[in-house]
């Protein structure tokens, strides 16, 4: 008769030999809406780099992009920036993050969504609405959703805003303010 100690070693072989011989299926772990997402190119870390006349205007960054050739949209995910720069210096002149966006390619229009932040870089006001729309062509930016613009220790509110791309002509719509003078 066979031991316990032969017996163990025995079936211990069998479970090996058996564990060694079925075939493992390893699985792609996939976010669901990427999955279903019909996009013809996903681009993972997309950089672009915007120009008029060979002068850089703003460089959009997202984690991932979709783009569909049958439409002139391209869709952002995950940590959108948007960086205008100053034609003459070529500086920063104001940032926008979101967690995601759409990219017009015919307009080069930007709509940024989703805790939205505008940080305007020459006197560090900084502006967050659920949304913010860039407009190149009309050297503008927006937003139609409600406003809270920081100007130090101000605080203003509104349900929306416009400005010029050089921030002179700031205005919040339906503006209140929570303490100390404002200056537009």
Do not use: W
């Not at 190119?41 to 049958?70: C, K, P, S």
């Amino acid at each position: 008769m066979f031991s316990n100690r032969v017996m163990c070693a025995l079936v211990c072989a069998v479970g090996f030999l058996f564990a060694a011989c079925t075939e493992s299926t390893s699985r792609m772990v996939v976010d669901p809406d990427l999955a279903a997402m019909e996009a013809d190119y996903i681009i993972f870390g997309l950089t672009q780099n915007m120009t008029h006349d060979g002068i850089r205007e703003f460089v959009v960054e997202a984690d991932t992009a979709f783009v569909f050739q049958d439409s002139t949209i391209v869709l952002l995910r995950g940590n959108v920036t948007l960086t205008a720069y100053n034609e003459d210096a070529g500086t920063e002149k104001a940032v926008v993050t979101s967690e995601r966006g759409r990219l017009a390619t015919n307009s080069n229009e930007m709509l940024a969504e989703g805790n939205a932040v505008l940080l305007i870089r020459a006197d560090g006001r900084r502006i967050e609405s659920y949304e913010l729309r860039y407009a190149p062509e009309q050297d503008a930016i927006r937003s139609d959703s409600a406003t809270v613009m920081f100007d130090g220790d101000n605080i203003v509110e509104g349900t929306g805003f416009n400005s010029d791309m050089n921030f002179e002509r700031v205005r919040v719509r339906d503006a209140r303010t929570r303490g100390g003078a404002v200056r537009f």
